[in-house]
């Protein structure tokens, strides 16, 4: 008598069917989610991943860009691109108008990462969001592998890692009184290697500074900054022109990029299979700040 054939879910089937749970309990269980959508690689994937929660419906909630001002021109192309192509509606909160207004000032050092986090906060209680969905990863920084699936924000949007929700079996506690929201990262058990083999899976386009390409730099510190408009050189410093790519895309001011030949996507796998810093510890300058800088921005509500 011949055997049942095995049956065997791949490990990248496995996390994709966790996500898409997610994403339905959320559909499920709120009545105004949103999806934060900067044009990144990871928010790349969860609209994705949106699309087949939902399908053949259309992703049954918009998308929200925190704009800083600070952006990679090729990023904002791919996110206005993306969005027209799903036929998505795109909120933008804009970190300038939130300046112009008075209602934010802006620091010294030119940086906007912190500031945005109040133009957020605004905008959740202007549209009245109850759960945000977040592409953040635990693998990425130890503030994020303190959050659960579903992080509790309360009626100020702050983050108290002492006061979230068991997850026990998978299942997620929504209930949230008028004021309070969900962050919910249903990327959470994902890690960067496994983001970039899904988008080889999936064939996804992406912001083509993902992939090495000539850009002037300067280096700060050991890290790469582009050139910009918004990252001029100081005295004394100088330029030159170096093969870079970005593994996260975050504003110009503070985003560095890494050294690399990665120009297609089978080499950018291999690339990450090999590094042993992860991205935000390779390439963010706003996480330098101090040891807690992240998890200080979290709590008062950031992403």
Not at 222 to 250: C, H, K, W
């Amino acid at each position: 008598m011949s055997q049942p054939a095995a049956y065997r879910v791949s490990h990248l089937d496995a996390l994709e069917a966790e996500s898409i749970f997610v994403m339905r309990e959320v559909m499920a269980e709120f009545e105004r989610p949103v999806l934060l959508f900067s044009g990144g690689k990871d928010s790349i994937v969860m609209l994705r991943l949106a699309e087949k929660a939902f399908a053949p419906a259309r992703i049954p909630f918009p998308v929200m860009h925190v704009d800083t001002g600070h952006n990679f021109p090729e990023v904002l192309a791919f996110r206005d691109r993306r969005v027209a192509e799903l036929g998505v509606q795109l909120t933008v909160a804009s970190v300038q108008e939130a300046i112009d207004a008075g209602m934010v000032h802006e620091t010294p050092d030119g940086m906007r990462n912190r500031i945005q986090t109040p133009v957020l906060l605004a905008a959740v209680e202007k549209y009245r969001f109850d759960a945000l969905f977040g592409g953040a990863r635990r693998d990425e920084e130890k503030a994020r592998a303190k959050e659960r699936v579903f992080s509790f924000r309360d009626d100020f949007g702050q983050w108290d890692p002492k006061n979230q929700r068991p997850e026990l079996w998978s299942l997620y506690n929504g209930r949230v009184h008028p004021g309070e929201s969900i962050r919910v990262f249903p990327l959470s058990n994902w890690t960067e290697l496994d983001i970039w083999h899904y988008i080889a899976r999936e064939k996804l386009d992406l912001p083509e500074i993902y992939y090495a390409h000539d850009r002037e730099v300067v280096d700060r510190g050991g890290m790469l900054y582009a050139i910009n408009e918004f990252l001029p050189l100081r005295d004394g410093e100088q330029s030159f022109v170096e093969q870079v790519r970005y593994r996260t895309v975050g504003d110009a001011s503070c985003t560095a990029a890494v050294r690399s030949d990665a120009d297609v996507i089978e080499k950018v796998i291999d690339e990450v299979a090999a590094t042993r810093i992860t991205e935000r510890g390779a390439t963010r300058g706003d996480d330098k700040v101090s040891e807690a800088a992240m998890e200080d921005r979290k709590r008062e509500g950031y992403f």
